[in-house]
């Protein structure tokens, strides 16, 4: 870094510290006027330049150490520190003075060492995983682009390509017409859909609050996400108002247990309006039955949403959207690309049956500082008011970039690969007598019991719960320190821990779920 460089550093005009010398300090109280900090354009240049080399090098760092390492069978998932050691590692204090080059290419270097590997082939621990380039590519050009999707003006290209996403997603669901809008995230495409349900039911709820509504329900089941109750909260609507409906081995709604709980708000003097169905759950992957559900809702009167987050993707593959059937029926629909499509974090959208501009209506603000009337192009491309957010990141470009990459037909294949994968792994999980389903799924979802050796036989004993609960955590443990691959484990319903592997990235192919069976043994045995 050169003296003039960080001269202009000292002037005030990048948020990135630098480190100081004394020489660069005496040169910088020569620099006292304004109009010299003004004029100071050689200085601007010269930091620019420094900072594409350094943005060259680290980039080569990335693509090394996270594209290269971090997608190779030989490396490690993760190399795990305990949070002490890590921070010491880091050095994460921040300091008035910046710091070199070669210093800040290590922490480039060191970030990279110690962050999981989210892209390696073995890392089976979350809804996502691997690594599509395509959709990285698109990242990389939203990041640099840096705009905001709320208007034409400032995001022309994206505004189009947006409406041009969402018009080809909701062509899957079924709905020739329709709105929609990306949203950061699952969760938050399930509170925009709980929102628009209760403009629709209340619409005085804008202007006038809750008090102008009445005790307002919701039905989703047990093994729905929990961005329900959290909507619920964050609405005002109360987490008690959220009624819990039953569901069956398999983790599908109890269409019946449904109207049963309709008919129990009711007699509290609650008004039904929103019911979720989910289309592929968190942990076993069930798809609730949709054209029941649906039926059950119009009856009811009430909206109908659907958070396909995780089981959304299926639209694309002839051999398994029949597990969605009764979708089009819906009101609103949760889809997340950056799960089973690879498209990356994050990627979710909110998709509308409504032809009627409830979102807008719902979410609009009219800040005439960004969407005035009177511009000299159409204004109904002027999307952002639809949004709860102003600032409003691009989240479309990543899946299109793939989508045109390898097309309808490439998305196809991906999801019928994890399905495939999926059952060769169930087939070869059932030939050894240590591995125990906790049921059978439809989905790639595969959750099992591993049973030491020491615990076979041992089904009767009054404390095999208690020792069966602890086996997946210590299993979980070793696999994380040794670095072989990641996978997460869970109780639920009265079960204790299982695991639930989830098969998802094209990368993967059946050495890896051989190798996957033999870890878990290998690992557990002396348990």
């Known amino acids: 870094m050169t003296n003039r460089a960080c001269a202009y550093m000292k002037a005030g005009s990048c948020n990135e510290p630098l480190r100081v010398s004394s020489t660069e300090r005496t040169l910088n109280r020569t620099m006292s006027s304004s109009e010299e900090y003004i004029n100071g354009h050689v200085h601007l240049e010269e930091y620019e330049s420094d900072g594409k080399l350094f943005l060259t090098e680290a980039f080569n760092v990335i ?43 290590q922490r480039v270097r060191d970030v990279a060492r110690y962050s999981v590997k ?24 939203t990041e640099t682009l840096n705009t905001s999707q709320y208007t034409y003006e400032v995001a022309p290209v994206f505004v189009l390509m947006e409406e041009e996403v969402l018009r ?5 669901v079924g709905w020739s017409e329709g709105d929609g809008i990306f949203c950061p995230g699952g969760s938050v495409s399930n509170m925009y859909a709980m929102n628009i349900a209760r403009y629709w039911a209340f619409p ?12 307002m329900a919701i039905f989703t089941s047990q093994q729905s996400h929990y961005s329900m109750k959290k909507a619920a909260a964050f609405l005002g609507i109360g987490t008690d108002n959220v009624f819990i409906v039953q569901v069956d081995e398999s983790g599908s709604m109890i269409p019946e247990d449904l109207e049963a709980k309709i ?13 979720n169905a989910t289309a592929g759950t968190t942990v076993q992957g069930a798809f609730d039955p949709l054209n029941h559900i649906a039926d059950i809702s119009e009856r009811n009167g009430m909206w109908m949403h659907i958070d396909a987050a995780w089981g959304g993707s299926v639209l694309f593959s002839k051999k398994h959207k029949h597990l969605v059937a009764g979708l089009e029926r819906a009101n609103s629909v949760t889809w997340n690309p950056h799960k089973m499509l690879l498209a990356g974090l994050q990627c979710s959208v909110i998709l509308f049956r409504d032809t009627t501009n409830l979102l807008m209506h719902c979410h ?23 949004s709860i957010q102003c600032g409003r990141k691009v989240d479309c470009l990543k899946l299109w970039l793939m989508w045109k990459a390898i097309g309808t037909h490439g998305l196809s294949e991906r999801v019928d690969k994890a399905f495939a994968l999926a059952r060769y792994l169930v087939e070869e999980m059932e030939k050894r007598e240590n591995f125990k389903l906790v049921c059978k799924g439809h989905f790639v979802n595969v959750c099992f019991w591993f049973i030491p050796p020491s615990m076979k036989g041992k089904e ?10 602890k086996v997946a955590p210590v299993i979980k443990e070793r696999m994380m320190k040794r670095g072989t691959m990641m996978v997460g484990y869970q109780p639920m319903d009265g079960r204790v821990n299982f695991f639930r592997m989830v098969v998802l990235s094209p990368q993967l192919t059946t050495k890896d779920m051989d190798f996957f069976l033999d870890e878990i043994e290998k690992l557990g045995k002396d348990l």
């Open 204 to 215: 005085q709820a804008k202007t006038q609050g809750l008090w102008a509504t009445p005790r």
């Open 63 to 105: 693509m090394e150490e996270i594209l290269h390492k971090g997608t190779d069978l030989k490396e490690k998932v993760c190399e795990w520190k305990d949070p002490d050691q890590l921070r010491a590692l880091l050095d994460l204090d921040l300091r008035e003075h910046g710091e070199s080059h070669e210093q800040l290419l």
């Open 460 to 469: 009767n004993s009054p404390d095999y719960q208690e020792r069966l609960s």
């Open 118 to 141: 989210t892209c390696h082939p073995r890392f089976f621990n979350q809804l996502f995983a691997g690594v599509d380039y395509h959709a990285l590519t698109g990242r990389l050009l």
């Open 364 to 386: 609009s603000a009219n800040a005439t500082y960004l969407f005035q009337q009177d511009k000299f192009y159409d204004t109904s491309l002027d999307t952002g008011d639809k």
């Open 263 to 275: 008919v129990q708000a009711k007699s509290k003097d609650a008004v039904p309006f929103f019911v």
């Open 168 to 172: 080809q997603l909701r062509s899957l």
